[in-house]
């Protein structure tokens, strides 16, 4: 599981809502996976088809589907707070 590391906010407090997993790339966008793709389980990938498979409402299931899809191909990289998903878009230069 390339997604597993958690920080914290600057207090310390888990209940502050500062409780997060890492921001991470698409294990596609990693070059140290470059020849095991197939092997390696990109679980912000799992964990984010399968909220969208539990999202009932159907404009945040389409917002959801497209964030998918950005994160695939590199465009953002997701993090997890709370247990849904927060990203930041990656500009490369």
């Known amino acids: 599981m390339i997604n597993s590391m958690t920080t914290n906010d600057r207090k310390n407090n888990p209940f502050s809502g500062g409780l997060r997993t890492e921001f991470q790339l698409h294990k596609s966008q990693l ?30 299931k389409l917002i959801l589907i497209a964030l998918l899809h950005d994160y695939k191909i590199g465009h953002v990289a997701i993090a997890w707070k709370q247990g849904r998903p927060v990203w930041i878009k990656v500009v490369k230069g």
């Open 31 to 60: 070059t140290i996976f470059n020849g095991i793709l197939n092997k390696i389980c990109d679980y912000s990938e799992y964990k984010l088809a399968c909220y969208i498979d539990d999202t009932i409402d159907k404009q945040q």
